[in-house]
């Protein structure tokens, strides 16, 4: 019997490569057929390289198309006056050299500042490598200190870790291709490998679906993330995508997106996430019908009041606070009589008040305040009380900030517990901090929940015809991909 996992999966590396030595050869393959696109002045249609990922390109829990990377391209390409395809590229490593060939206009998500017929813009993310490794483990110090452990690396990281296998000989370490940052943390807390070289965006996101992984360290200095395109585009088309980061940097925008997709990644510590995991298992079961039912009879993703009823309750149908609000969504006396809730501690009657509640706040919101931030300040209002969340969108106008923007009002929400700021406010102090607080762990609660509970039905990208989708490898785009990602 082999004891020593190390020696078992250089055993199992062995056997695969000797099982691919002995396979007959492979027919010779095929002349490519030319897939040269047409210029964007003739077709009109903007043709994006993308790779499917967890916040680059998915599918959500709306059952609609989004993604950092989703929402800047589709930003540009109305501004432009253009249709856009997105072609789903599964390697980062082609996606160079099919813009070098012109088999599309765009390349996004790219970490590659080099290469020969390409021009990068300009930066808009920087990607920190950072090591991950089991928590139960020793924490490693730094790489020459994990010995003969097995070492997977991110694909966008490859050429870093070459250059330090230069610098340090007894580095091992293999290339991750097709994986993204969620399957190699996923194989790090299995045990399958014992570290992981990702980026700490994707760790961080990760770990909330995986909280028995910890990160080490970071690794040299942060990629930068850009656009890229053809070297001899026209220079106008490189010209207005430039303009577009410069105002969007200027505006906010881009600060807005990066928030939706990372905002709220580091809120959960690791128990916590364990705990909401082990309940989800053990408790939800209990009340799942009961969230069902109020997503029919008010529209809201029965993940999202689930994920509302654990912050409140942790789904504690008798919880009561000091403060006197009862039940697993905790409402107050005068919001279950307004909602028609006779009795607070009967789980199917809370949850439907709460539902109806959250509902009911949403809908008072402006019209033209988009999702998912409507949701999110909906949320933040049924922790606040929608008196105090007037007061800070009235805040925010006051500091130039965007009223209509979870982001920009989670800032200054807080400031409502400063004297300089509610003595001119209408309806004085409150705990604005609590209050971003509750909203961004119900995000993480609900994400998590996104991750491993289904939907009612079956949701797909509703026609949109301005935007179309090429994905010749077969790539799964569906809502488990959104959480989950492929690389």
């Known amino acids: 019997?082999?004891?020593?996992?190390?020696?078992?999966?250089?055993?199992?590396?062995?056997?695969?490569?000797l099982l691919?030595?002995?396979?007959?050869?492979?027919?010779?393959?095929?002349?490519?057929?030319?897939?040269?696109?047409?210029?964007?002045?003739?077709?009109?249609?903007?043709?994006?390289l993308i790779r499917n990922g967890a916040t680059s390109f998915y599918v959500d829990a709306e059952g609609k198309y989004a993604g950092l990377d989703y929402d800047l391209v589709t930003r540009f390409a109305s501004e432009i006056g253009a249709k856009v395809k997105f072609v789903v590229a599964p390697r980062l490593a082609e996606m160079g050299e099919r813009l070098a060939r012109?088999?599309?206009?765009?390349?996004?998500?790219?970490?590659?500042?080099?290469?020969?017929?390409?021009?990068?813009?300009?930066?808009?993310?920087?990607?920190?490598?950072?090591?991950?490794?089991?928590?139960?483990?020793?924490?490693?110090?730094?790489?020459?200190?994990?010995?003969?452990?097995?070492?997977?690396?991110?694909?966008?990281?490859?050429?870093?870790?070459?250059?330090?296998?230069?610098?340090?000989?007894?580095?091992?370490?293999?290339?991750?291709?097709?994986?993204?940052?969620?399957?190699?943390?996923?194989?790090?807390e299995s045990g399958l490998i014992d570290?992981?070289?990702?980026?700490?965006?994707?760790?961080?996101?990760?770990?909330?679906?995986?909280?028995g992984v910890a990160t080490a360290f970071e690794i040299g200095e942060p990629l930068p993330l850009g656009w890229a395109w053809p070297a001899d585009a026209p220079a106008d088309f490189a010209a207005r995508a430039t303009d577009f980061f410069v105002r969007a940097q200027r505006d906010g925008t881009l600060a807005r997106l990066i928030d939706r997709y990372y905002g709220h990644a580091n809120r959960l510590q690791p128990i916590d996430a364990t705990t909401f995991l082990s309940r989800r298992n053990s408790v939800l079961p209990k009340f799942r019908d009961h969230f069902v039912e109020a997503e029919a009879r008010f529209g809201i993703d029965w993940r999202m009041l689930a994920a509302l009823a654990y912050q409140e309750s942790h789904w504690d149908p008798f919880a009561t606070s000091a403060y006197g609000v009862r039940g697993i969504m905790?409402?107050?006396?005068?919001?279950?009589?307004?909602?028609?809730?006779?009795?607070?501690?009967?789980a199917d009657q809370s949850i439907m008040g709460g539902a109806r509640y959250l509902a009911m706040l949403r809908d008072a919101l402006p019209a033209r305040i988009p999702e998912p931030d409507r949701t999110w300040i909906a949320m933040?209002?049924?922790?606040?009380?929608?008196?105090?969340?007037?007061?800070?969108?009235?805040?925010?106008?006051?500091?130039?900030?965007?009223?209509?923007?979870?982001?920009?009002?989670?800032?200054?929400?807080?400031?409502?517990?400063?004297?300089?700021?509610?003595?001119?406010?209408?309806?004085?102090?409150?705990?604005?901090?609590?209050?971003?607080?509750?909203?961004?762990?119900?995000?993480?609660?609900?994400?998590i929940l996104v991750r491993f509970e289904k939907p009612v039905k079956p949701m797909f990208p509703p026609f949109d015809e301005q935007v179309t989708v090429s994905n010749p490898e077969g790539v799964r785009l569906g809502i488990d991909a959104a959480a989950k990602g492929m690389d």
């Open 195 to 211: 570290y992981a070289v990702v980026d700490g965006y994707g760790a961080s996101v990760a770990q909330n679906y995986h909280p």
């Open 380 to 447: 933040a209002g049924y922790n606040i009380g929608m008196a105090h969340l007037e007061d800070a969108r009235v805040l925010a106008q006051r500091l130039k900030k965007k009223p209509d923007s979870w982001t920009d009002l989670k800032g200054v929400i807080p400031l409502l517990r400063n004297y300089e700021y509610f003595s001119t406010l209408k309806f004085g102090f409150a705990r604005g901090g609590e209050t971003v607080i509750f909203v961004e762990n119900v995000r993480s609660y609900y994400d």
């Open 330 to 346: 905790m409402l107050t006396t005068d919001t279950a009589d307004r909602m028609g809730v006779k009795d607070r501690l009967l």
């Open 102 to 188: 012109h088999e599309a206009h765009l390349g996004v998500g790219m970490t590659h500042r080099g290469g020969d017929g390409l021009q990068f813009g300009p930066s808009y993310l920087g990607m920190r490598p950072v090591l991950v490794y089991r928590s139960e483990e020793r924490k490693p110090r730094d790489l020459a200190d994990l010995g003969e452990g097995m070492l997977m690396v991110g694909s966008q990281f490859a050429p870093m870790m070459a250059d330090l296998a230069k610098r340090n000989p007894g580095l091992r370490w293999n290339e991750a291709q097709h994986q993204d940052a969620e399957e190699l943390v996923e194989k790090v």
């Open 20 to 48: 691919a030595a002995c396979a007959p050869p492979s027919k010779p393959a095929e002349p490519e057929r030319s897939t040269r696109i047409a210029p964007l002045k003739d077709s009109g249609e903007l043709v994006v």
């Open 1 to 17: 019997m082999i004891h020593d996992k190390s020696i078992f999966r250089r055993c199992a590396v062995l056997l695969l490569a």
